[in-house]
């Protein structure tokens, strides 16, 4: 039977402390963020945005409306992670460039601009649904992005939606679904806390 290792993942904790004196660079953040876009999407919609929050004014700016929460200064970058309402009007823009690569052929676009419009169309809570498993899918993956490259990552609920979304300037269609802080990790942050059992968790049918 076949076997795989998952160091990386078995690794990552919550860190919640984190050394305010060092930075990443612009580049390390390009590099997470493509990596966190490798993620799935329906129909490829990619409703997915990032604002990375780095400099001290902006930072200052979000702890102000994020429960005052330390790590969204300490981190090197705190990410404000948005998903945006599922759209089918988008399916032909985000399906081009497959099309482009030879994945797809032209001629399913329109099934798949029309599967997309039942589900989605006239429908906000679905439409708020996907945008959230998207921006989730897409946080979870810059979280085991970031610990491959040696990064510590704190997710965080605790923050005031609206003034998130005035305060940077998100559109109607956006929803700052969670912020997640990322940077170097200092001693002292707790190990994985223990998981429940597969035994409660896991059904095999």
Known sequence: MA??????????STTNLFDATRSISDEQI?????????????????????IAVRTHEAKARLRAIGWDQAKITEAAVTFIVIGQLADYRTIPARLAPVVE???????????WEGAAKMLYDDKPQVQRDEAVRTATFGATTLIHAAQAAGLGSAPMIGFDAPAVAREFGLDENEIPVMLLAVGYALPGNWPRKPRRPLSEVLELV
Do not use: C, H
Not at 3 to 12: A, K, N
Not at 101 to 111: C, E, H, L, W
């Open 3 to 12: 076997t795989f290792s998952t160091p990386i993942i078995e690794q990552r």
């Open 30 to 50: 390009y590099d997470l963020i493509k990596l966190a876009t490798t993620a799935p999407t329906s129909f490829n919609l990619q409703n997915w945005r990032f």
């Open 101 to 111: 690569a030879g994945i797809m052929p032209a001629n399913m676009v329109p099934g």
